[in-house]
């Protein structure tokens, strides 16, 4: 018998020989948006976006949106329409105004992206993750071609209800529209 086992019998007061079963930590749980072992992947892309869609994701969990774009016209505002309701009120918009601040409802950034550098079109990615009990952070970022990002914006102040409910482009033509996450039900 060896050190070891005398330990484990002095202090633990069974044999070596029973096998150990992991028991889970009644303390640490994994929160409620980490879990997504009963959660669908979502993956769509529009090229075409006329009236409102459906954002068909579960906002509980961390979602992407990319909208690429050519270059805006003069004094042409970009903006995606974000949880939309019935009633309409709540809803977040995201976007490059037209003098060229990157906005998320009232929040808009303070650098100004230059024309010239828009020229050969861009993309807006929006990231939006889950941040504790009923919180998000949203992430706005503005991507030229080659990859390259020009400017990004950072918003804690809306829930992650908030994101949920229907989409909507405004007129300006676009490229494609992507959204990627996660959902209860296969879509």
């Not at 929160?31 to 892309?45: C, N, S």
């Not at 390259?148 to 950072?154: I, M, R, V």
Request: glycine share 8%.
């Amino acid at each position: 018998m060896d050190r070891r086992e005398i330990f484990n019998i002095l202090f633990k007061g069974v044999a070596t020989q029973e096998p150990i079963i992991p028991e889970p930590d009644p303390v640490l749980e994994t929160p409620a948006h980490l879990k997504t072992d009963q959660l669908f992947r979502v993956y769509k892309e529009w090229t075409n976006l006329t009236g409102e869609e459906t954002l068909a994701l579960s906002t509980a969990h961390a979602f992407n949106i990319t909208l690429d774009l050519n270059c805006p016209k003069d004094n042409q505002e970009t903006c995606l329409t974000l949880g939309i309701h019935q009633d309409r009120t709540g809803c977040i918009r995201i976007g490059l105004n037209a003098d060229g601040y990157l906005f998320i409802n009232d929040l808009a950034d303070e650098r100004i992206i230059d024309k010239a550098k828009l020229l050969g079109g861009f993309q807006l990615i929006l990231t939006v993750s889950p941040l504790g009990p009923g919180m998000s952070f949203a992430k706005l970022k503005i991507m030229d071609r080659a990859g390259l990002t020009l400017s990004s914006l950072k918003s804690k102040q809306h829930s992650t209800v908030a994101w949920a409910g229907r989409m909507n482009f405004g007129e300006q033509p676009f490229n494609f529209l992507r959204i990627e996450g996660l959902h209860t039900i296969e879509i």
